[in-house]
């Protein structure tokens, strides 16, 4: 009777009919698409456009943001993708400065913390960004207004970019008064 019965399930078991894979004709499953992603945050109704630690100057508003002269030939606010291309190359910007690094020699690790303010300007026709950085915000209203102070220390520091010629331009550290 055993036997009987292990003989059938071994029968049931071999004469099953295999699983095969798909047909070639078989329609094939598609992926959802990835979700959408805006490149850039929108504007508030006065045209500031701030993306996390970020500040983009409208052009209207970019003179009182300058960190240094400008020959008045036109302002515009810079796109994010521009600003974050200058904060990656600051880091070796930073590291290579020997003022930079006389001033702070950690200045280049610890500027990803700081907020910036960013204003364009056109310099002698290239396209420059000012950077104005600040290790935190000291409660004042960073995202409308230029934060400026006397001295601080290498908790304030401000770059000059130049976005058609791809360099540092400018760098001041604030004094410890």
Known sequence: MRFAFLASLLFAACSRTPRTAPSPTATPVTPAPPPTVTASPSPSPDGFVVDGRFLL??????????????????????????????????DGFLGASRSARALSPDLHVRYRDYFSQWAGALQSGHRVLHGNYFCRDFGMDWKTQPIGVDDGGDC??????????????????????
Request: hydrophobic share 45%.
């Open 57 to 90: 100057v409208p052009a209207a508003q970019a003179t009182q943001f300058l960190v240094g002269a400008s020959d008045g030939t036109g302002f515009f606010r810079p796109t994010l993708a521009d600003v974050q291309r200058v904060h990656a190359e600051l």
């Open 156 to 177: 304030f520091f401000q770059v000059i970019y130049d976005l058609d010629a791809s360099t540092f331009t400018s760098l001041q550290v604030n004094g410890n008064g």
